[in-house]
């Protein structure tokens, strides 16, 4: 059996995706600046997936800038909020700890050129607490951003109250919402937020296509200099099969989402039960408030490395975390977030699934995980102490 259960790294493209795009890298491969039809037909089709994706966000066609992806959405939309705050002389940001690189590092950099920071801790669920993103506000902050969905646990933030908070102290805020939009309902607008990062390959869409929604009124600095496209924000000619594919993914995203949520709620479920059987494991971030696909356990006495190339060679495809930080020695950040000590934190296991995956796989998964686990348990000289006496276990 091959079974693909690593969709929070990245999404196989839809059907619809890849037909939406295909005539554009044919026969309308026209330059959208261009005046002569095939220009303009293309021209109409990045116009119509702006609109698209608008209405899917719940924005204006206008706020929606396309990039290469949901890392360059981030970068650009913090270094933009810096640069604002900075001539204000406002140069405090608030995050948290468990922010994808893409932001952790974008801020890291700014902490080099002057830019304070605070990274606020999440609770064990891994969740941010509203309130502790009230008082670190501070005169001088320009900017709050907090991922709306975690990318390795899957937790889902309450991001509408804190763009309430953030709104209310006039700060500007951001959310990566790379995990979030296509896989949970998402409105700009419900949830009081400036600034929105997305990225198409992460709902079934094409690789190297993101979006950032950027509240009228809202500052946005240059992102490429050069030619007038994007509002003169972002030079270069338009990716117009990947615009194009973008917004057909993500139009089937979010009218399929009542039903495949449906569908995996009960998979993901059952998935985590069986997983928790095994002795001395135990579950990642909070059970309820938690993506639909996403399913993170640590199991104790085993290195999560070995566990995903086992799994591998029975055919599935999984992960330790995110697919950034795999092929480092170093834990998970998000793990060490919510409390999990180093040796548990490099036992973890996330499953992230799609509409795709069925019942059949999931008892499936499940059966090879209680075997690679028990393998690997035998082997291993830690957990031979744990079961002598000799160490105490972490997870009961
Ligand atoms: C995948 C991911 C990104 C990066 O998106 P790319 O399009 O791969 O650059 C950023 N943030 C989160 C939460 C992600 O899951």
Redesign the pocket.
């Known amino acids: 059996m091959k079974i693909y259960a690593d969709n929070?790294?990245?999404t196989k493209m839809s059907k619809t995706a890849i037909q939406a795009m295909l005539p554009y890298m044919e026969e309308i491969f026209g330059n959208p600046s261009s005046l002569y039809s095939i220009g303009q037909t293309a021209a109409e089709a990045v116009f119509k997936a702006r609109e698209s994706i608008a209405e899917c966000l719940g924005c204006m066609p206008a706020e929606i800038y396309f990039t290469?992806?949901?890392?360059?959405?981030?970068n650009q939309a913090i270094r933009s909020a810096a640069e604002f705050g900075a001539k204000k002389n406002k140069k405090h940001i608030i995050s948290t700890a468990f922010?994808?690189?893409?932001?952790l590092h974008t801020l890291k950099k700014l902490q080099k050129e002057g830019f304070e920071v605070t990274l606020l801790d999440v609770n064990e669920n891994g969740i941010v607490n509203p309130e502790q993103v009230e008082q670190a506000i501070r005169p001088d902050t320009c900017l709050v951003t907090v991922?709306?969905?975690?990318?390795e646990i899957g937790t889902i933030q309450p991001i509408a109250k804190i763009g309430e908070i953030c709104r209310a102290k006039k700060v500007t805020f951001h959310t990566?919402?790379?995990?979030a939009v296509g896989h949970i309902p998402v409105n700009v607008k419900n949830d009081n937020v400036d600034m929105l990062?997305i990225?198409?390959?992460?709902f079934h869409g094409p690789?190297?296509?993101?979006v950032l929604y950027v509240r009228k009124g809202i500052y946005l600095s240059n992102l490429i200099e050069g030619g007038s496209q994007e509002r003169g924000k972002r030079g270069g000619t338009e990716n117009v099969p990947g615009i194009v594919a973008a917004a057909a993914a993500l139009k089937e995203a979010v009218s399929d989402l009542p039903e495949s949520s449906q569908k995996l709620v009960p998979l993901r479920d059952k998935l985590i039960d069986g997983l928790l059987a095994i002795p001395h494991s135990v579950l990642n971030g909070d059970k309820e408030q938690r993506l639909p696909g996403n399913v993170n356990i640590c199991f104790e006495g085993i290195e999560g490395e070995s566990l995903l190339l086992l799994l591998d060679a029975k055919g599935i495809s999984a992960s330790s975390g995110?697919?950034?930080t795999s092929g480092s020695l170093d834990p998970s950040h998000v793990l060490l977030a919510i409390g999990r000590p180093h040796e548990i934190a490099h036992g973890s296991l996330r499953l992230s699934l799609s509409d795709e995956n069925t019942e059949e796989e999931i008892d499936y998964i499940i059966q090879e995980v209680k075997n690679v686990v028990n393998y690997l348990r035998n082997m291993s000289p830690v957990w031979r102490d744990l079961q002598e006496g000799k160490k105490n276990y972490v997870i009961q």
């Open positions: 929070a790294a990245t290469s992806g949901g890392s360059e959405s981030d922010e994808h690189h893409a932001v991922m709306y969905a975690n990318n990566d919402a790379v995990q990062s990225s198409a390959h992460k690789k190297g296509v993101g995110s697919a950034c």
